[in-house]
């Protein structure tokens, strides 16, 4: 089996009557009639470009070593962004297609390639940002969700310094924690709950809030700085009781590292289709493992990389929870073709149909095109 060709597809998605949400798909062709599709998350106006360069190292070759041919484009990128950014997150789209693709060259799901499956379904948490938090919450729960994340930092909070500091006033502090107070009390206790910082503050106004949280029980707390500095994250972490979580500004294992050998956090979210894909976030989910850190995956993507990612958080003991960043889209189900809905009762139930499980709804995506706009190119 070779590869022939790879076309790419790049849609803004209409929800609400407005253009929202940019998907970025990549297809895979073989000679024996099959493809697989994958896609990638953040990247910029290059993606394509990169895409197609990395294309030309995958013509001629077998689409089942997918390690092998993911490890042989990235370093030949040693020099052009290899270890993290727009070329990692490029080269993601092309690993999760040719996974989809040698599953269906073998009959399988991926899930099944990749080691087995620990659990049948999937577990979800609703990613809430600033919504009204008890008709959220008893919205989500009423679906079957039993976890639930909420915004907290507020670039525009009138007691702020300014614009550019990100330390916190007592005002800002004081009123700030009184709102995840409010979201803990509509959630109620039962619920799993995470609330995010986007790795706005400085180390102290971290902490601060770290500590000020300890007896909401959270899930986790986000971020609560920028991802560049270890050793700061390591000191927030090792100061509360508060469990900390972060990585999905974190590319490939090696991006891990540090985080996990100084057990730096207490919980990791790397990107899937961002960070390196299905295969590396595996070895990073199974190096997180070594230190009992549970793995939590940040997902911001539309429904086919969603059900990838489950793939992945299938076939590894220390999964905790996946995010579902697309609550309010109506649009979200429309992306993919499955035979049963994607979620169910708050989760992911994983099929035994080969390679990923889902197609895109190719129909929907063509009709978000301008007319006569082919969708791959």
């Known amino acids: ?19 929202r949400y940019l998907y970025h ?47 042989g484009i990235r370093r030949s990128y040693i020099f052009r962004g290899g270890m993290s950014g727009l070329a990692i997150s490029a080269l993601t789209g092309l690993e999760v297609a040719l996974w989809d693709l040698a599953g269906k060259a073998q009959g399988t799901p991926v899930y099944r390639l990749l080691g ?26 009423a679906k079957g969700f039993n976890a639930i994340k909420f915004d907290l930092d507020d670039p525009g909070h009138p007691e702020k310094l300014d614009p550019w500091n990100w330390s916190v006033t007592p005002a800002e502090l004081a009123d700030l924690v009184d709102q995840a107070h409010q979201i803990r009390e509509a959630v109620g206790p039962q619920m799993d709950l995470a609330i995010d910082l986007h790795g706005r ?16 029980n959270l899930m986790w707390l986000e971020e609560p700085v920028p991802p560049e500095n270890i ?11 508060t469990p900390i ?33 299905l295969s ?40 905790l929870a996946l995010e579902f960043h697309r609550y309010d889209d109506p649009t979200w189900s429309e992306v993919v073709l499955s035979d049963e809905p994607v979620i169910q009762e708050g989760h992911i139930v994983l099929s035994e149909k080969p390679g990923l499980g889902v197609e895109l709804n190719e129909a929907f995506l063509q009709s978000m095109l301008e007319d006569g706009e082919p969708l791959w190119q």
């Open 245 to 277: 979580c972060a990585g999905e500004n974190a590319y490939l294992r090696y991006g891990f590292r540090d985080m996990l050998e100084q057990q730096a956090v207490d919980i990791i979210m790397p990107d899937i289709s961002k960070c390196g894909g």
């Open 1 to 19: 089996m070779k590869i022939t060709d790879v076309k790419t597809a790049e849609v803004r998605v209409q929800a609400n009557g407005q253009p």
């Open 201 to 216: 503050y400085d180390a102290t106004a971290g902490m601060k809030f770290a500590h000020a949280l300890e007896g909401l």
């Open 25 to 71: 798909y990549v297809r895979i062709h073989a000679d024996e009639g099959i493809y697989g599709t994958g896609e990638a998350s953040h990247v910029d106006g290059g993606w394509r470009g990169s895409t197609q360069s990395m294309a030309a190292q995958l013509i001629g070759k077998d689409p089942r070593d997918v390690d092998a041919l993911f490890e």
């Open 280 to 319: 590396e976030c595996r070895k990073i989910a199974n190096m997180a493992e070594t230190y009992y850190i549970p793995f939590a995956p940040h997902n911001n993507s539309s429904a086919l990389s969603t059900v990838a990612d489950a793939h992945v958080c299938a076939s590894v003991p220390n999964f």
């Open 116 to 141: 087995g499956k620990f659990r049948d379904r999937v577990r979800l948490y609703v990613d809430s940002a600033h919504s009204d938090y008890k008709r959220r919450a008893e919205d989500a729960r």
């Open 231 to 241: 050793d700061a994250l390591k000191r927030i972490t090792d100061s509360t009781r």
